[in-house]
Nanobody, 127 residues
Framework: QVQLVESGGGLVQAGGSLRLSCAAS????????VAWFRQAPGNEREFVAA????????HYADSVKGRFTISRDNAKNTVYVQMNSLTPEDTAVYYC????????????????????WGQGTQVTVSS
């Protein structure tokens, strides 16, 4: 069982930056691929970024490519997403999700592939 806790959300002006953190509880959390998803009011939850448990492979949604950077520190069981050049369209609740993988380079952008989810953290970007 893995528990995920997101933090770092808040209110920021357009063009600003935030760094979200996803802390995992399990001692073996380092062998989990992790992804960030987001959901704006009235919209479906959408993929943002993912990282393999080795950190050697990452993948981004086109909408955030070049602005967001996902990374992880397995010693701290924490995954981060650095979000730069934020726009009001980035306003959403951001969730991290994890799934176990024996493949150190595995990742997926499919919502249904992730077993464990955090409670979410609100990001609001004002214009």
């Amino acid at each position: 069982q893995v528990q995920l806790v997101e933090s770092g959300g808040g209110l920021v002006q357009a063009g600003g930056s935030l760094r979200l953190s996803c802390a995992a509880s399990a001692r073996t959390a380092s062998r989990y691929a992790v992804a960030w998803f987001r959901q704006a009011p009235g919209n479906e939850r959408e993929f943002v970024a993912a990282i393999s448990w080795s950190g050697g492979r990452t993948h981004y949604a086109d909408s955030v490519k070049g602005r967001f950077t996902i990374s992880r520190d397995n010693a701290k069981n924490t995954v981060y997403v650095q979000m730069n050049s934020l726009t009001p369209e980035d306003t959403a609740v951001y969730y991290c999700a994890a799934r176990y993988s024996s493949d150190s380079y595995y990742l997926t952008s499919d919502y249904y592939d992730y077993r464990y989810w955090g409670q979410g953290t609100q990001v609001t970007v004002s214009s």
